[in-house]
């Protein structure tokens, strides 16, 4: 954890972080909290010359919120029924209609109390979203462009976690890798075309549960390699086990796409001395 003096040492990457945030429509007192601001003259910092969200400029909105606030709460609503109908703040709430008398207190009906909760916990789950995105992208563009070298080894380490390999009792150097992330067969893809595999060598077999679309995905992993379909061998179909609850379904599944190099077996031991060097390398800095 920093230590206090030096929690704002880096101002000029949170004020990025805290831009970004206003822009994307956070009030000031969500971005406060997320980033862990307790000061608010360092808040106006790192917000200085970045206007307000635009749903904040709306003309008399809060005026509209507040005598709706009061409406409902001469009706005998509740803070927390105010709160689920408006979408504002129980401390705004409080504010607009301390003057008025308090209703009659009643226990809240099941549905009530269930909505509430329902709202609270979509609110939470949107947040959560949001953080995740925002962190997903942050590391996105930590990574920059890769070098030939750095790609070389990804695609070492993908091969060897991926991939088909050699064994003592079963011998099979060849070159296949089988997955069912696009990303995955992308990077490996991009990884044959450093080493100066030719596309004419490859050959696809698209391997998909037969109840799935299997039309559509045949077409959906042809046009991601961008090969003509004389490059695929006829598709494996799984077959339906009506006791597996399987939760690999609806139109994102598309199965998973086998590659194989033809005439792979030179590159295959290449690879595997590959991977033996990146492991004495590894144990050496660890040594």
């Known amino acids: 954890m920093a230590h206090p003096q030096n929690k704002y040492a880096d101002f000029e990457g949170l004020r990025e972080r805290a831009v970004e945030l206003r822009r994307a429509g ?11 601001v307790d000061n608010n003259d360092i808040l106006n910092r790192l917000l200085e010359g970045e206007p307000p969200p635009e749903w904040t400029r709306r003309p008399n909105a809060k005026d509209d919120l507040r005598e709706k606030a009061r409406e409902l709460r001469l009706q005998g609503w509740t803070y927390d029924q105010i709160q689920v109908e408006l979408g504002c703040s129980k401390s705004s709430i409080s504010l607009w209609v301390r003057d008025l008398p308090k209703p009659e207190r009643r226990k809240r009906t099941r549905e009530e109390a269930s909505l509430i909760a329902k709202r609270g916990w979509e609110a939470k789950l949107q947040l959560r979203e949001e953080d995740r995105q925002q962190a997903r992208q942050r590391a996105a563009e930590e990574i920059g462009r890769m070098t030939e070298r750095e790609l070389f080894l990804v695609g070492v380490g993908l091969y060897w976690a991926e991939g088909t390999k050699d064994k003592p009792y079963d011998r099979r150097e060849k070159v296949t890798f089988v997955n069912s992330d696009p990303g995955m067969i992308e990077v490996f893809l991009a990884w044959l075309d450093l080493l100066g595999v030719e596309r004419e060598r490859l050959r696809y077999t698209v ?81």
């Open 26 to 36: 956070l009030s000031r007192r969500r971005i406060r909290d997320r980033l862990h």
């Open 207 to 287: 391997m998909i549960h037969e109840t799935a679309e299997v039309t559509a995905a045949e077409q959906y992993w042809a046009d991601l390699v961008r090969a003509d379909r004389s490059a695929f061998y006829k598709t494996t179909l799984k077959k339906h086990n009506p006791k597996t609850a399987r939760k690999n379904v609806g139109d994102s599944y598309r199965g998973c796409l086998a590659i194989r190099v033809l005439k792979g077996a030179d590159l295959y031991r290449r690879i595997e001395g590959w991977w033996s060097g990146m492991v004495v390398e590894a144990k050496r800095r660890t040594a």
